[in-house]
């Protein structure tokens, strides 16, 4: 089963095959146990802090100034100066009778129509003429004369006759106009109405009429004693700071870890299980190392004084119980 180890730093879980190993490494921890993993880590330097009183502010002085004392006392006050009102008079009325025109006179121009009578007369239907008309050849002789090969009927077919038609007329009656048709202008009156109005008699006017000034007593608040100056001593004030100096340089060091070489996904769950009765939630209790499970491991070392890291030390894992 491959753990998950992306909490750890890269490079930092070492593991250790054999002895040759460590002879051909200066780097490498001492006396080592085969099997085992160990882990170069920093160690911070151990620093010393002590305090010292220093000067925050130098000592001064201040101005401070007694306020003027007042008192009240009546004075009169103008409260509406001296004017001039324009004042109007208003207008008077009277009531008249008069007689005014409606409707001026005016003229119309009326139509006279036409006047008319009934004719009666002969006219021409169809005017006289002549016409071509077929007549016999043998008037008063006998039929039997006439040649075998003529024509049957009593009509000869070459005898043409001219024949006078008289004209034919018809007498109708119609209207005719006696007299044109004209016009005439016809006078209209002018209309006329008495009213009775109210018309001004006198005009409105305007006239001044002096406002006198208006004044009142008010309490007026006056100055007794003015403003007086004092100067106020202030005293000097001190702060504490914090010096830090170094009692032990940074150093690194081997520590003995859990890795995938000397532990089991069974280890790695009794831990967790340690962790949460412990009161640390280690995340999921399946033997996998995940980020959860190294902030609970990280929140132990810090709670119980040990050495604080990115890893599982033996250190954590003795204290645990394991």
Same mark, same amino acid.
């Given at each position: 089963m491959k753990f998950n180890?992306?909490?750890?730093?890269?490079?930092?879980?070492?593991?250790?095959?054999?002895?040759?190993?460590?002879?051909?490494d200066s780097e490498t921890p001492p006396n080592p146990k085969a099997g085992e993993c160990y882990a170069r880590v920093y160690i911070a330097p151990q620093t010393e802090t002590t305090y010292q009183t220093v000067v925050k502010k130098e000592?001064?002085?201040?101005?401070? +100034?007694?306020?003027?004392?007042?008192?009240? +006392?009546?004075?009169? +006050?103008?409260v509406r100066e001296a004017s001039a009102k324009l004042m109007v008079k208003p207008a008077t009325y009277k009531t008249v009778t008069e007689t005014i025109v409606v409707k001026p006179a005016t003229t119309r121009l009326q139509v006279v129509p036409a006047t008319y009578t009934t004719a009666t007369e002969t006219v021409v239907v169809r005017e006289a003429s002549t016409q071509w008309k077929r007549g016999r050849a043998w008037l008063g002789k006998a039929i039997s004369t006439r040649s075998a090969g003529s024509s049957s009927g009593n009509v000869d077919d070459d005898v043409m006759c001219l024949v006078e +038609?008289?004209?034919?007329?018809k007498t109708v009656t119609r209207r005719v106009e006696a007299t044109p048709a004209t016009t005439k202008t016809i006078a209209i009156p002018a209309v006329s109405k008495t009213i009775t109005r109210t018309v001004v008699d006198t005009p409105a006017s305007t006239y001044q009429v002096e406002v006198p000034a208006v004044y009142k007593t008010v309490k007026v608040t006056k100055e007794i004693t003015p403003p007086q100056e004092s100067v106020v001593a202030i005293p000097a004030e001190y702060a504490k700071v914090a010096q830090t100096k170094t009692i032990s340089e940074g150093s690194h060091e081997w520590r003995s870890i859990l890795c995938e070489t000397n532990a089991t996904p069974?280890?790695?769950k009794s831990l967790q299980?340690?962790?949460?009765?412990?009161?640390?939630?280690?995340?999921?209790?399946?033997?996998?190392?995940r980020s959860?499970?190294?902030?609970a491991v990280n929140a132990y070392q810090k709670a119980k004084g040990l050495p604080v890291d990115p890893y599982i030390n033996m250190e954590t894992v003795k204290s645990l119980g394991l």
């Open positions: 180890y992306s909490a750890l730093a890269v490079s930092l879980l070492v593991a250790f095959g054999s002895a040759n190993a460590f002879a051909a000592a001064s002085s201040r101005i401070v +100034v007694k306020p003027a004392t007042y008192g009240t +006392v009546d004075e009169t +006050v103008l +038609v008289p004209a034919i007329t069974s280890t790695i299980m340690a962790l949460k009765e412990a009161g640390y939630n280690p995340g999921p209790l399946d033997g996998v190392v959860s499970t190294m902030r």
